[in-house]
T-cell receptor
Framework: AQKITQTQPGMFVQEKEAVTLDCTYD???????LFWYKQPSSGEMIFLIY??????QNATEGRYSLNFQKARKSANLVISASQLGDSAMYFC?????????????FGSGTQLTVLP | EAGVAQSPRYKIIEKRQSVAFWCNPI?????LYWYQQILGQGPKLLIQ????????DSQLPKDRFSAERLKGVDSTLKIQPAKLEDSAVYLC???????????????FGPGTRLLVL
């Protein structure tokens, strides 16, 4: 079975600074994908960034980058130049390629608060 | 491009009553998912459809939950009878195709917040 662990229930960051949200995973699947979603108080899950297990380079999308360390089984999200609108719940998720691992499995989330 | 639509946004019912949620996925998306998100937790998959066929319903409590996707587009999720522990946000998501290595991105709707009293 695959598992996602997010050890930071809450994080604070000053506006315009960078912040790293931690995510570790466990899977026996050789091929998998890692995702980060943002969930504001409105409830909608917003896709941010994707990293494939065989991708050689770390994924980047605007101010978001994924620090993928395969040997350590970690997929941390880095948000640069934080904005007040970044305040939200952030979920790390993974999806394998076979059997029950093809389900998208989510971590418990990290509540990020950006301070003015 | 319109996103995933869900209704209602909020629902309050008493235990043992029934309730139904509706989802309209992004146009052209073949795969549709229903998730349950209990407060303080990440979403948990209930059921996955590929067109109008069920791909995975292993975590759906089939004694009280049912779902259908007629004509491979809209979907409804029903709970009958509801229990207190069903209070949660029910999220619908859709994706274009199933890609190797788990690469397809799921796009979520705004969710339906259910409170069972």
């Amino acid at each position: 079975a695959q598992k996602i662990t997010q050890t930071q229930p809450g994080m604070f960051v000053q506006e315009k600074e960078a912040v790293t949200l931690d995510c570790t995973y466990d899977t026996s699947d050789p091929s998998y994908g890692l995702f980060w979603y943002k969930q504001p108080s409105s409830g909608e899950m917003i896709f941010l960034i994707y990293q494939g297990s065989y991708d050689q380079q770390n994924a980047t999308e605007g101010r978001y980058s994924l620090n993928f360390q395969k040997a350590r089984k970690s997929a941390n999200l880095v948000i640069s130049a934080s904005q007040l609108g970044d305040s939200a719940m952030y979920f790390c998720a993974m999806r394998g390629s076979s059997g029950s691992a093809r389900q998208l499995t989510f971590g418990s989330g990290t509540q990020l608060t950006v301070l003015p | 491009e319109a996103g995933v639509a869900q209704s209602p946004r909020y629902k309050i019912i008493e235990k043992r009553q029934s309730v139904a949620f509706w989802c309209n996925p992004i146009s052209g998306h073949a795969t549709l998912y229903w998730y349950q998100q209990i407060l303080g937790q990440g979403p948990k998959l209930l059921i996955q459809f590929q067109n109008n066929g069920v791909v995975d319903d292993s975590q759906l409590p089939k004694d009280r939950f049912s779902a259908e996707r007629l004509k491979g587009v809209d979907s409804t999720l029903k709970i009958q009878p509801a229990k207190l522990e069903d209070s949660a946000v029910y999220l619908c998501a859709s994706s274009l195709v199933r890609l190797a290595g788990g690469a397809e991105t799921q796009y979520f709707g705004p969710g339906t917040r259910l409170l069972v009293l």
